[in-house]
């Protein structure tokens, strides 16, 4: 089956008695069985709330099928799904490397939390390669940490010249690859051992819940995070699996949808003159665009631009002007946002070099004339400001 005939049958009933379309949401604590043997059935599959029920396992069935891996557990947010993914590996005198480019919370997981538990550390450019990486590993690496493309600056990595530099070294790749909605790319096929998703990005869609999925390549790493999440006491609530299983059903509508505005905005922003350059995937002047070309069949709805250095009222300007594009952190909701980002501030392998200010957009699903009048109308504020 396509994706898109998976992410709308995966995880359903498909019983022979009348049944409702969506899964129903099982909240429970406390799981009774009828007898001593279905007892000792549930000890297998369904046994304590926390564990999961029948809704968080049709969520985490499909998002299998959507990442093409050999199971998925769910974390009760993005966050915790990568930080969960990565100490299932680790241990005191382990050594992690993570992209420069990461999600500033995770690589802060790495640098203040992992190492007050005697785990070495390292950074790397999101741009490496091979060699690059192969010359990083130490002979107690164990984790290989990649975000494609990167957090605020979009850099796409070489993702199989990853797995193959950490496997030969013994250590495990663990994508986060919240960006492609698992839809766009699939980082186990190329030699992912791990692929984590912020579910709360395009999964949910919605911008009303927050989850986490964490898909494992093969059995042997499926054990790992399942004692991994089980160890640290992980719960997720019924009703956010349930609301992340109710956003798949319509998440590649949306993603080509998201795709399509971002791809026309970017070439709008490309062509005002108060932007330096656009930061997106898909163009070619992207850090890593030869990966995405390779390795992505699509793009979503978020990037970046640089724009020339302005002074901050008018930069305040600009966004205040804003009427369609709210101010806040996340993505991946049907709505359009814009936030200034400040890159430089979370790098230290590849410092971050451009003076002016980084924004990043999501493009939402609103109509796309509007969307280009509410930034031309920013575009102005912005302007008038600096008179
Ligand atoms: C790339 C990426 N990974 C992980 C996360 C964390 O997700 P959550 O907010 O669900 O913890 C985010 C959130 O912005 C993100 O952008």
Aim: aromatic fraction near 10%; proline fraction near 5%.
């Amino acid at each position: 089956m396509k994706d898109d005939t998976k992410i709308i049958t995966a995880g359903r009933a498909h019983g022979r008695r009348a049944h409702p379309v969506n899964p129903p949401v099982v909240r429970a604590s406390t799981i009774l069985f009828p007898t001593y043997d279905d007892y000792l059935e549930g000890v297998r599959t369904i046994n304590y709330g926390r564990l999961g029920t029948a809704t968080h396992r049709a969520l985490e069935q499909a998002i299998t099928g959507l990442e093409g891996g050999f199971e998925t557990r769910l974390a009760p947010s993005g966050l915790q799904a990568c930080n969960a993914a990565i100490l299932a590996f680790v241990g005191a005198g382990d050594h992690v490397l993570i992209t420069d480019a990461a999600y500033d919370p995770t690589r802060k997981f790495c640098e203040k939390f992992l190492t007050r538990f005697g785990v070495e550390v390292d950074f790397y450019d999101p741009l490496a390669g091979k060699d690059d990486i192969a010359a990083l590993m130490k002979p107690n690496t164990k984790v290989v940490f990649a975000e494609s493309p990167g957090s605020l600056t979009f850099e796409v990595q070489d993702l199989p010249a990853l797995a193959q530099a950490a496997h030969e070294g013994g250590a495990v790749l663990i994508v986060d690859n919240t960006w492609s909605g698992g839809y766009f790319c699939k980082p186990i096929a190329l030699g992912a051992d791990v692929s984590v998703q912020a579910g709360t990005k395009y999964i949910a869609g919605h911008a009303d819940c927050l989850i986490g999925t964490i898909t494992s390549a093969s059995e042997e790493t499926a054990k790992k995070i399942y004692y991994a999440l089980l160890q640290l006491g992980s719960n997720v609530a019924a009703d956010d699996a349930y609301l992340a299983l109710r956003g798949l059903r319509t998440l590649s509508a949306r993603l080509k949808r998201h795709e399509e505005s971002a791809l026309a905005l970017a070439k709008w922003l490309g062509k005002r003159g108060e932007v330096k350059r656009v930061i997106h995937p898909a163009q070619k002047s992207c850090p890593g665009y030869a990966h995405w070309k390779r390795d992505f069949t699509g793009s979503s709805g978020l990037f970046g631009a640089v724009l020339k250095p302005v002074p901050l009222p008018a930069l305040k300007a600009f966004f205040n002007a804003l009427k369609l594009f709210g101010i806040g952190f996340s993505w991946g909701g049907f709505e359009s946002l814009c936030v200034h980002v400040h890159p430089e501030e979370h790098r230290s392998a590849a410092p971050w070099t451009e003076e002016g200010p980084v924004l990043r957009f999501h493009a939402g699903l609103e109509d796309l004339d509007d969307l280009k009048n509410d930034l031309e109308g920013a575009f102005t504020a912005m302007a008038i400001a600096q008179k």
